[in-house]
């Protein structure tokens, strides 16, 4: 008896695995498997930059640093220039060094010549120091390359525009400064306290809206309208 044979059966991938002798037992990475590179994103926000008051440029102080220096100095040299042409040096330059060479330490003129030159060593460096730019407010930094700061009396003028909306308030003024935040309003009806609740419930959070890195403390004062008399 003869049997027809069968349809060829293709070998088991995994059985070949098992008799391949190079085979080291470990599993082919699945190209479709991507969890292990892609990066996990987490919630947590990043550190913020640190805020700085902005840095006057302060143009005019040295340009006529720069201007004085200058003309000090190319006079100067156009006099040793001429003494060193055999001519005669200028009559300012003699008496300042006769002057210099006679007058004692404690005359007159001496004392003030240093005490202005103090002043004006004092304040380059209180200019070199300090920042300046007083009038303008830091606000927050979302991202470290962006820096924005806001005008103090453009800060104001918001807040006034916040304060009139009130209920009651007839007129109010706001002085913002670097650290505080002072409004003074009139009110022409409703209580008094209710009106300085309200004012302070507004400029709190237009304050707040305002995004400053810093933000000023609030003092608020109400009061009735002076009469005519």
């Known amino acids: 008896m003869t049997t027809a044979p069968g349809p060829a059966r293709e070998p088991d991938p995994r059985r070949a695995h098992d008799r391949d002798p190079d085979h080291d037992g470990t599993s082919a990475p699945d190209p479709d498997d991507i969890s292990g590179s892609v990066p996990v994103l987490t919630d947590e926000p990043a550190p913020a930059a640190p805020v700085r008051r902005f840095w006057a440029v302060r143009r005019i102080p040295a340009a006529v640093l720069a201007a004085l220096v200058l003309g000090g100095a190319g006079l100067l040299l156009y006099d040793v220039a001429a ?3 055999d001519r005669s040096a200028m009559a300012w330059r003699r008496e300042l060094a006769d002057g210099l060479a006679t007058r004692p330490l404690d005359d007159t003129a001496v004392v003030l010549g240093a005490a202005v030159a103090v002043v004006l060593g004092l304040w380059l460096l209180v200019l ?3 920042p300046g730019l007083r009038e303008v407010l830091p606000m927050r930094r979302e991202h470290a390359d962006v820096r924005a700061g806001l005008d ?7 807040l006034r525009d916040r304060a009139m909306e009130v209920s009651g308030v007839q007129s109010v003024r706001v002085r913002v400064g670097r650290a505080k935040v002072a409004a003074k ?3 022409h009806f409703r209580a008094l306290d209710e009106v300085r609740g309200d004012v302070e419930t507004v400029l709190a959070a237009g304050i707040d809206e305002l995004g400053l890195a810093r933000p000023p403390a609030l003092s608020v004062r109400v009061a009735r309208p002076s009469g005519k008399g």
């Open 185 to 187: 309003a009139v009110s």
């Open 152 to 158: 103090r009396k453009a800060a104001a003028l918001a």
């Open 83 to 85: 003494v060193r042409a």
């Open 128 to 130: 070199a120091a300090t």
